[in-house]
């Protein structure tokens, strides 16, 4: 009786282990372990990133001159994707099925349960045709976004462009994610965090088929994605498209600027490109093209080229020297200069001009040997000297200095240093007619 009763005692034991064995898995899988739950979410809930509207962008007169398109990405949840027809889903998004198997492996190397995007930027036309036979590919589902669209083919540089973030930009800041996009260049560069707006999420439930079925939660996991700030630029559309008009078929810029407040009313540089060509799906294609063109039209001239001053520094010269005592309005020189073999000509006006008729006249030789009187003069030690001076009368001016405008890769323009000189031609070698060799 006794032996029954131990065996039956050691059975109960067993049992015992066992099921307290299963109550410690089941707490763990239930309350610290929350793997499966996220495994069944993933099959039941789709996170869907609500990419805010980017600002758009007017002239100083309220004329649009970027403003948004809506376009598809289509995206991917690996480990959801059965029974696939690839050739008609390859047909629908116009891809063949060697591009499939690449695009569906990255895809996976990424992640099999995080959604990733497998093609973008779908056309309004391509997914209304695979909208309608979505239900047959589980595991893919459409991203609405919305890309840039430039009414007119004008100001490229200025308003810039935008392009998909890469690896080392999402490591170095923490709102971008893969798949976002970022202003590259111009005002969607410089305004990039005033324009880019809020990403927000939606949270919806889906059936067996891919096919969603509402809200979760009535939306309470939800965030609402914010639109980007909107942009007023000082430019003028009217003049811009006279300045690209003129400079048709030309090298050059031009920049047009309201003197009383400095505010930029156009700028042109050309040869330029239509800024439409860098949005969507052939940027890269089109933006190699551009690169290798001879033109150079990616080259902004307006901000980075350099340009003699022209006939404006004329003043700047004038005024430099009358400050310190060279020249006076009633100052006459010899309508001719000439150094060794080289002389300065200029357009037929009457010799022996003062200061006002030489700006009238905008005489060349006359300003050349207001600099040579300025340089040479007596009252300084040396040429160097007079030199050094002039060009600190220069830099007050804002002469070869960055103005500061809110655009990026700005140069600031050349004042050539003594030491500048020196090297190109040699030192004690100072005298101004030096400097028209």
């Known amino acids: 009786m006794n032996q029954y009763s131990g065996q039956r005692y050691v059975i109960l034991g067993i049992f015992t282990v066992v099921m307290f064995i299963y109550l410690v898995r089941l707490f763990y899988i239930h309350v610290v372990d929350n ?7 993933n099959n039941v809930l789709r996170y869907v990133t609500e990419y805010p509207a980017r600002g758009l962008v007017y002239d100083r007169n309220g004329k649009l001159l970027v403003y948004n398109e809506a376009v598809y990405d289509l995206m991917v949840v690996p480990k959801q ?8 889903f390859c047909t629908i998004i116009g891809i063949t099925k060697e591009e499939f198997i690449k695009k569906f492996k990255k895809a996976k190397t990424y992640s099999r349960v995080k959604s990733s ?16 036979k979505l239900f047959k590919f589980s595991g893919f589902y459409v991203q609405p976004r919305t890309l840039r ?18 690896d080392k930009l999402v490591a170095k800041n923490p709102y971008y994610r893969s798949g976002d996009y970022i202003g590259i260049s111009g005002l969607e560069q410089s305004y990039e965090e005033e324009l880019r707006g809020q990403r927000g999420v939606r949270v919806v439930m889906v059936d067996v088929f891919n096919r969603e079925k509402g809200s979760f939660g009535n939306g309470e996991y939800d965030t609402a994605a914010v639109s980007g700030k909107n942009l007023m630029t000082t430019i003028d559309l009217e003049l811009q498209l006279l300045g690209e008009k003129l400079l048709e078929n030309k090298i050059g810029s031009v920049v047009a600027i309201e003197p009383a407040t400095g505010e930029i009313l156009a700028i042109v540089t050309k040869p330029t490109y239509d800024p439409n060509l860098l949005v969507g799906r052939v940027r890269s294609k089109n933006y190699v093209a551009l690169l290798r063109d001879e033109l150079k039209p990616l080259f902004n001239r307006a901000m980075m080229a350099y340009y003699p001053p022209g006939s404006t520094f004329k003043l700047v010269n004038a005024l430099i020297a009358e400050q310190e005592g060279i020249i006076s309005t009633a100052t006459v020189f ?16 009457p010799g022996g001009l003062d200061l006002r008729a030489a700006i009238q006249y905008s005489c060349n030789p006359y300003f050349c040997n207001t600099f040579r009187a300025f340089v040479d003069n007596r009252k300084f030690v040396n ?12 830099l007050s001016f804002g002469v070869g200095r960055k103005i500061g405008v809110d655009l990026p890769h700005e140069l600031s323009g050349l004042v050539p240093t003594v030491e500048f000189y020196d090297r190109y031609y040699g030192k004690n070698r100072w005298k101004a007619s030096t400097f028209f060799h």
């Open 334 to 349: 010899p309508h001719s200069f000439v150094v060794g073999s080289k002389s300065v000509k200029c357009h037929p006006h």
């Open 149 to 166: 669209k430039y009414p007119g083919k004008i100001a490229a540089h200025t308003l810039g462009y935008i392009g998909e973030v890469d």
């Open 383 to 394: 040429s160097e000297a007079g030199y050094r001076l002039w060009r600190e009368y220069v």
């Open 81 to 88: 994707v059965k029974d696939l027809d690839t050739i008609q």
């Open 35 to 41: 793997s499966y739950k996220l495994s069944a979410n």
């Open 117 to 132: 995007i497998f093609e973008k930027q779908l056309s309004a036309e391509t997914y209304a045709v695979l909208q309608e």
